[in-house]
T-cell receptor, first 109, second 114 residues
Framework: RKEVEQDPGPFNVPEGATVAFNCTYS??????FFWYRQDCRKEPKLLMS???SGNEDGRFTAQLNRASQYISLLIRDSKLSDSATYLC??????????FGSGTQLTVLP | DAGITQSPRYKITETGRQVTLMCHQT?????MFWYRQDLGHGLRLIYY???????DKGEVPDGYVVSRSKTENFPLTLESATRSQTSVYFC?????????????FGPGTRLTVL
């Protein structure tokens, strides 16, 4: 079983739609969680950190449920520029990041 | 502001050859990392370094060697390349503060082993 699991998609949504990605992690000792974004053939970039209380950054909302070991990312009012692969990431005490395989999103005009 | 750079960006080599991938960062970040990315596996950690002269294995270290004599450089060497090492390799760095978990990635090196 992978340590971080995501639905690979692809998710194809129209502009303006709301889309949600889910992720589960198996290591209960994981301390920090993130969503990274990766555009085709480019390097991953941090989208946002995920906090237990939930956090929002503009159109993006991330939630963490430690009891269920579950992380989510909600994107509202999708833009064409949101098309990318979204990587769910956990981190332990040694700063090592564990990446999910990614969920591919395509926003259609 | 160069940030973090990798060279070469593309490399084709043959089975059995030694290959070194270079990584250089200008931020003086303490931590540096090497990942490989393959379809179906996502990014997997090969080696990481907490500071100059301190390195440690990640999830998939076999067949790779690293060194870090200077804070800004973290080269990755494939001692005897195999076809299974065909991949995209990303170098990353992060600061050392307790809350500084964000990793900044280089543009990647696409390696093909024939």
């Amino acid at each position: 079983r992978k340590e971080v699991e995501q639905d690979p998609g692809p998710f194809n949504v129209p502009e303006g739609a709301t889309v949600a990605f889910n992720c589960t992690y198996s290591n209960s000792a994981s301390q920090s969680f993130f969503w990274y974004r990766q555009d085709c053939r480019k390097e991953p970039k941090l989208l946002m950190s995920v906090y237990s209380s939930g956090n929002e950054d503009g159109r993006f909302t991330a939630q963490l449920n430690r009891a269920s070991q579950y992380i989510s990312l909600l994107i509202r009012d999708s833009k064409l520029s949101d098309s990318a692969t979204y990587l769910c990431v956990s981190s332990g005490s040694a700063r090592q990041l564990t990446f999910g395989s990614g969920t591919q999103l395509t926003v259609l005009p | 502001d160069a940030g973090i750079t990798q060279s070469p960006r593309y490399k084709i080599t043959e089975t059995g050859r030694q290959v070194t991938l270079m990584c250089h960062q200008t931020w003086s970040h303490s931590y540096m990392f090497w990942y490989r990315q393959d379809l179906g596996h996502g990014l997997r950690l090969i080696y990481y370094s907490a500071a100059a002269d301190i390195t440690d294995k990640g999830e998939v270290p076999d067949g790779y060697v690293v060194s870090r004599s200077k804070t800004e450089n973290f080269p990755l060497t494939l001692e005897s390349a195999t076809r299974s090492q065909t991949s995209v390799y990303f170098c990353a760095s992060s600061r050392s503060g307790r809350r500084d978990n964000e990793q900044f990635f280089g543009p990647g090196t696409r390696l093909t082993v024939l």
